[in-house]
């Protein structure tokens, strides 16, 4: 009977203690789980220790880094989108092949140009060098503001001179007829030579 109340009585008490810290502790929590729930520093919240692979987590990489094994955080560095470049206006007339207008005047681009084109009627400024055909002799260099298609220069730089872009420079060959013909331009150009300018459009 002794031991048998002892016994009860140690019982007893064990629920007593069971009950009391039962009470001590919120409701529906324990300590544990609270210790989880405090927020983790930046610097742990950035990395997660893991001794291997344990599939993939969002927002996470598993890599071996400065903090050992485990999961970091994806830190993708920001790349400014490159803007595409201004699209330039393609050069007009250019290639360098050899044209033939009526009347037998030709004409190559040396260098294409941009902008504006000269027309008839308008005012132009033309950079020119004149030779002889025949031989190449320099008869004059320059500078020249005309109004083009009106007869205030030879034939050939009417026709060769329309259609140039500004900045465009052109050869070109222009035959006696439309050139100086049979008179020539004495002393410097004989009668019924050909000629070749090199034409530059600075303005028009």
């Known amino acids: ?18 009950n009391a810290a039962k009470a001590a502790a919120p409701s529906g929590t324990n300590q544990p789980a609270a210790a989880a729930d405090k927020k983790l520093p930046d610097a742990m919240a950035d990395f997660q220790a893991a001794a ?3 599939g993939a987590r969002p927002g996470f990489v598993f890599k071996r880094g400065p903090q050992g094994v485990g999961y970091y955080r994806d830190r993708l560095p920001v790349v400014a989108a490159a803007k595409a470049p201004a699209k330039a206006e393609p050069p007009r007339d250019g290639g360098g092949a050899v044209k033939q207008l009526k009347g037998g005047l ?17 005012s132009v400024q033309v950079r020119y060098d004149g030779r002889l055909a025949k031989n190449g002799k320099r008869f004059d260099k320059g500078v020249i503001k005309f109004r083009l298609g009106k007869g205030e220069v030879i034939q050939g730089w009417d026709k060769g001179v329309a259609g140039m872009a500004k900045g465009e420079k052109r050869r070109l060959k222009i035959p006696a007829p439309m050139g100086y013909g ?12 050909d000629l070749v300018f090199e034409v530059e459009l600075l303005n028009c």
Not at 5 to 16: C, G, I, L, Q
């Open 1 to 18: 009977p002794k031991a048998a109340a002892k016994a009860a009585a140690t019982d007893a008490a064990n629920k007593a203690k069971s």
């Open 52 to 54: 291997k692979f344990a």
């Open 106 to 122: 030709t004409y190559e681009v040396m260098k294409p140009g941009r902008g504006p084109t000269a027309s008839p009627g308008k």
């Open 182 to 193: 049979r008179q020539g331009a004495p002393p410097d150009i004989p009668p019924n030579a």
